[in-house]
T-cell receptor
């Protein structure tokens, strides 16, 4: 599959579980993002990575831990989540500052997370 | 930080009519304003964007206008069709900031319904 892919597409986890979300981009981009999308709320930026370095942490609780091992892969490690963390988690990628002036962010299909 | 407000939250139009969605932003340093379309169960996709050095941009039936003085921008869809039915999000950012990433702040979305 081309573009931005995410796995799993759906995840149900208990509050004591540990799980990870995976994102992969096939666009040659150097920047990757995690967003949270909740019902009737705007898309919330969680983390920004550029050239595998975290450049933005938008006051996200420590129970969310991102990892970017290379410019094509991004993970979101989850532990001891709360029911209010249930949402659609979207990954996106874009060119970074070095690659050029395009700011467009390409989104993945998302992981629908339910915390029970 | 940036705050983006979007109106209306829902919009119903008859097929063939025009639709207008409006957004305001608070950060006078914002210089990049994209619009994303999200169909039900699908990922957000960029439909048009504008940078602060222009006041209007058009792409077939879609246009965006920007008033930097008033800090508001609008999406205009003409000759609406049923396939235009979706949620539309506006966003604003300062673009790429060295060491700071490209941080998009989104509006709350507008559910557009085009009725036959």
């Amino acid at each position: 599959e081309t573009g931005v892919t995410q796995t799993p597409r759906h995840l149900v986890m208990g509050m004591t579980n540990k799980k990870s979300l995976k994102c992969e981009q096939h666009l040659g981009h150097n920047a990757m993002y995690w967003y949270k999308q909740s019902a009737k709320k705007p898309l919330e930026l969680m983390f920004v990575y550029s050239l595998e370095e975290r450049v933005e942490n938008n006051s996200v609780p420590s129970r969310f831990s991102p990892e970017c091992p290379n410019s094509s892969h991004l993970f979101l490690h989850l532990h001891t989540l709360q029911p209010e963390d249930s949402a659609l988690y979207l990954c996106a990628s874009s060119q970074d500052l070095i690659q050029g002036p395009s700011y467009e962010q390409y989104f993945g299909p998302g992981t629908r997370l339910t915390v029970t | 930080g940036e705050n983006v407000e979007q109106h209306p939250s829902t919009l119903s139009v008859q097929e063939g009519d025009s639709a207008v969605i409006k957004c305001t932003y608070s950060d006078s340093a914002s210089n990049y304003f994209p619009w994303y379309k999200q169909e039900l169960g699908k990922r957000p996709q960029l439909i048009i964007d504008i940078r602060s050095n222009v006041g209007e941009k058009k792409d077939q039936r879609i246009a965006v206008t920007l008033n930097k003085t008033a800090k508001h921008f609008s999406l205009h869809i003409t000759e609406t069709q049923p396939e235009d039915s979706a949620v539309y999000f506006c966003a604003a950012s300062r673009g790429w900031i060295t060491g700071g990433g490209n941080k998009l702040t989104f509006g709350t979305g507008t559910q557009l319904k085009v009725e036959l």
